[in-house]
């Protein structure tokens, strides 16, 4: 069993950054694909990033390339999520999420363990 704890999260202007952190225990996640996704008020579940297991390939949402970047370091557990030139509609809760076999579960909704969520809140 897997379970994911995220922080960092808070209240930011736009045009702000912030940055995301996904703490890993119970077991290594250093095989697993790690991603992120967020869910807005009355909006469905939404992927966000991904990264392969090594960190060596990283996949995006298009809502978000070129502003966010997805890292791992796999000694530490963990995976993190550098988010800038914030916008209000990146106001969500952020999800980091792990899948046991690759990113393309992770980039088509699925996943096989998620984190509680923190509250990223971007103000105009």
């Known amino acids: 069993q897997v379970q994911l704890v995220e922080s960092g999260g808070g209240l930011v202007q736009a045009g702000g950054s912030l940055r995301l952190s996904c703490a890993a225990s119970g077991r290594t996640v250093s095989t697993y694909a790690m991603g992120w996704f967020r869910q807005a008020p009355g909006k469905e579940r939404e992927f966000v990033a991904a990264?392969?297991?090594?960190?060596?390939?990283?996949y995006y949402a298009d809502s978000v390339k070129g502003r966010f970047t997805i890292s791992r370091d796999n000694a530490k557990n963990t995976v993190l999520l550098q988010m800038n030139s914030l916008k209000p509609e990146d106001t969500a809760v952020y999800y980091c999420?792990?899948?046991?076999?690759?990113?393309?579960?992770?980039?088509?909704?699925?996943?096989?363990?998620r984190g509680q969520g923190t509250q990223v809140t971007v103000s105009a």
């Open positions: 999420a792990a899948a046991l076999t690759a990113t393309s579960t992770l980039r088509t909704g699925g996943y096989d363990y």
């Open positions: 990264v392969n297991w090594s960190g060596g390939r990283t």
